[in-house]
């Protein structure tokens, strides 16, 4: 019963999933744009068998030649079949019209792809474009900084990562982004967002160097099981290692570690243990994920269940807080109880409490993930002590672009957006502040 109920109401790792649309999308774009390598990633051990780079590579030529380069997306279909989601894509090329079919299971792999000439009918209505990269916000002038691709960890996980330095200054403050949960590329998309692309191009811009990368699930994602579903895994391992690599560059005058969402919940342990020059939390929790669990599933599906089952998810949580479930039970999404345990560890709290470091807690107003009453608890924890700035953005949701609140979902992130420059123009502030005062 309680197992059935949590697979059922388990939403904080689901809400920043990308969207299965997305996926497919992502797939096709990445074929046509030559990244084969990706693409295989995204394959199921089916598609990887009968579809490796090389394939992949001749799938490409030969579309190239019989095909072309598509010119627009003119429609899209969504079919549940059984435990898959198939999307076809009716795609205009000059010579004709042709179907591109995706197949999705249930983890977001892609389990099947063929095309096949489509029996859409073209009419006078304005076709969608093919989804391209989008523009650079404002606040970010190209001709400021230089990107670098570099390679980041430790065998046998490397990871890839984007350095970007500013021109023209000897020396500089360097800020690594640590992602929230779940797994996304380099620049945190969802949807046409790139949260983690604008806030260190917007940063690099302003004389101030970045550093991001992926989650090791994101680049070897065969290899899950093998390097192990943790908190120690997913952040706090690579993010030692890499501080400890940057830390070897003489150009960076300091460094500062910014975590968003989940990334700001370890950010503080790591910032200790590193010894790094300050820490940002960006839409933070002051609370464990069991607490965050709880409050997601009361607050957002909270108005679907009955008495009976909020009392029931209350149990759970609360025995959850207190480490009364098995480690080994499932959580779903192959999230386990010991998951969320070895989180528990890493606590924000008793190191926001002690630390003398340099700190800056920003919080978004309208964040459904991470709402305003956690913003309050940090400023009645946190709020006398003289090395902690915190901020509340008004208008801003869970990746900092501007919303008006009405949607509390992940459809939000459908919305075209950017980080916002207020974010931007606050950061910079507080790090050539820091940096100054070092």
Known sequence: MQRKLVLLLVVLFSVLAMASVDIAIQYINGLYEGRFEEIYQMQDETMRKAQPVTVLKNLKTQLDVQLGRPIATLDVQQVQQGEYMVYVFATEFKAGIFDFIVTLNTEGKVAGFF????????????????????????????????EQDITVGKDPYYLPAKLMVPNGLESYPLVIILQGSGTHDID??????????????????????????????????????????NADAEYIEDALTIIGQMKGI?????????????????????????????????????????????????????VQLTEEQKAQTKDFFTKMLNQEIPPETDLGQGITAGYYYSFDKYFCMPVLEETEMPVLIVNAELDFQSPKKYFDVFVEKLGERPNITLKLLPGLNHIFNETDGTIK??????????????????????????????
């Open 250 to 302: 003489p150009q960076f005058s300091s460094i500062y570690l910014a975590g968003h969402s989940m990334g700001g919940m370890v950010a503080p342990w790591i910032a200790r243990e590193a010894g790094v020059d300050g820490m940002i939390l960006l839409a933070g929790s002051p609370m464990k994920l069991a607490q965050i669990s709880l409050d997601q599933n009361l607050d957002l599906v909270g």
């Open 409 to 438: 979902s992940v459809e939000e992130y459908d919305r075209p957006g950017y980080v916002a420059v207020e974010l931007i123009d606050l950061l910079e502030e507080w790090i050539k502040r820091e940096a100054e005062r070092k």
């Open 188 to 229: 945190g998309t969802l949807g046409p967002n790139k949260p983690y692309r604008d806030l260190a191009a917007g940063l690099a811009s302003r004389g101030i160097a970045t550093l991001r990368y992926p989650k090791k699930y994101y680049v070897y994602p065969q290899q899950a099981a093998e390097i192990g579903i």
């Open 115 to 146: 095309v096949r000439p489509s029996s859409y009918q073209k009419t006078e209505t304005q076709p969608v474009e093919v989804p391209e990269e989008r523009p650079l916000p404002e606040y970010v002038n190209p001709a400021n900084y230089t």
